[in-house]
């Protein structure tokens, strides 16, 4: 499409967006249904939609402007776009060792059946060096991106989420900001920390980290160990609490009383805490907040405001964080 087609339907977009979030989309017996309302109750699906557009977009970008730097490059050398990915990037694709090609196979023996080396040693070796022919291909493109100093304003969709003033942990000004919404008895919110882990140690002066609570209803604990983590932030000692609950072997009254006295906490305080729910009104505003941004299941994760849904691995935190680094200049 072109550019100033894209503006336009920007534009008019947002121009009909009041009337559009009104419009009436069915009625119950006289009672009417919004679009606003509807939209309202399906916003994880339309977050993951708009997130799925973004992301077949960007490939597809990726792979225009691929195209556009070797044409460049060719022309540049005097040869055909055919003859320079050869050159670079075909021909210096190394053979398999015997070595290599057994590890392969032994790692992938269950889904071969009873397929002997011999057998699938040729696909093994196909697979391989396209393995290798994409690193190569990807990492020519790349030296040529900077080459011709490509910029991409192709924007990523984003969520405007509140930190609620919840505990954090990383530089205050850091360029990134994840806001983990999680449960305690969620066993994908546990899965997920060491993936959470990761990502901070990977990024130790970049990344500012937010937790706050959106205990599942169904989970009979999640929520009273969403208060006592609030009560040992108000000790100054939540994230020695939080770490501890979640590898706790269960969340019963005694055992978050417990793990109160095992990081050093003023126990009777923190009993008296717990007891008379005295943080409720912090779990209530996580939720809420979370409810409003389209949140309707554990873990979920907003880096810089982009939705992540689910213990995702590293490699899914790593491509965005990296791209919204590039955004703001490293």
Known sequence: ???????????????????????????????????????????????EIDNQRYETLSEGLDGMIAEMLVEKEAKARGVTPEALLESEVTSKVPAPSDEEIQKVYDANKAQLGNQTLDQVKERIVQYMKGQQEAELQGKFIEGLRQKYKVTVALEPPKVVVSDGGAPSRGPANAPITIIEFSDYECPFCKKAEPTVKQVMDAYPDKIRLVYRNYPLPFHQNARPAAIASACANVQGKFWEYHEKVFAAPALTADSLKKVAGEVGLDQAKFDACLDNNETASVVDKDVEDASAVGVRGTPAFFVNGRMLSGAQPFERFKAIIDEELARAGG
Do not use: N
């Open 1 to 47: 499409m072109h550019p100033f087609a894209t503006a336009v339907t920007v534009a008019a977009g947002l121009c009909l967006a009041g009337p559009a979030m009104a419009e009436t989309v069915a009625t119950v017996d006289g009672t009417p249904i919004t679009r606003a309302a509807l939209e309202a109750e399906i916003k994880p699906q339309l977050i």
